[in-house]
């Protein structure tokens, strides 16, 4: 059982940066990784994905240009580099991860516990 663990959330102004980082307890074949999000109220929604090889990525249409995922294969880590935050990117933002083949994957199998990213106006 793959475990993720998130860490890196915080309170920031806007137009401020934050860092997200997970990393995999196992699973160095993960084929894609990736970072949702869910505001309070609202349903959790796809943020940024990376593939195995680190150099396929997409973006949801929100944080496209600002937001960049980047995959460390040897250390089975993801991170999200979240510049120019805006208060509408305070939500709790998950880590998932998946063996899933198919690019991008229509689901991801595996969880974190997820970490608080909140901006202030």
């Known amino acids: 059982q793959v475990q993720l663990v998130e860490s890196g959330g915080g309170l920031v102004q806007a137009g401020g940066s934050l860092r997200l980082s997970c990393t995999a307890s196992?699973?160095?074949?993960?084929?894609?990784m990736g970072w949702f999000r869910q505001a309070s109220g609202e349903e959790r929604e796809f943020v940024a994905g990376?593939?195995?090889?680190?150099?396929?990525?997409y973006y949801a249409d929100p944080v496209k240009g600002r937001f960049t995922i980047s995959r460390d294969y040897a250390k089975n880590t993801v991170a999200l580099q979240m510049n120019s935050l805006k208060p509408e990117d305070t939500a709790v933002y998950f880590c998932?991860?998946?063996?899933?083949?198919?690019?991008?994957?229509?689901?991801?199998?595996?969880w974190g516990q997820g970490t608080q990213v909140a901006v202030s106006s």
């Open positions: 998932a991860a998946t063996y899933r083949q198919t690019y991008p994957p229509p689901e991801y199998d595996y």
């Open positions: 196992e699973g160095i074949f993960l084929t894609t």
């Open positions: 990376v593939a195995y090889s680190g150099t396929r990525s």
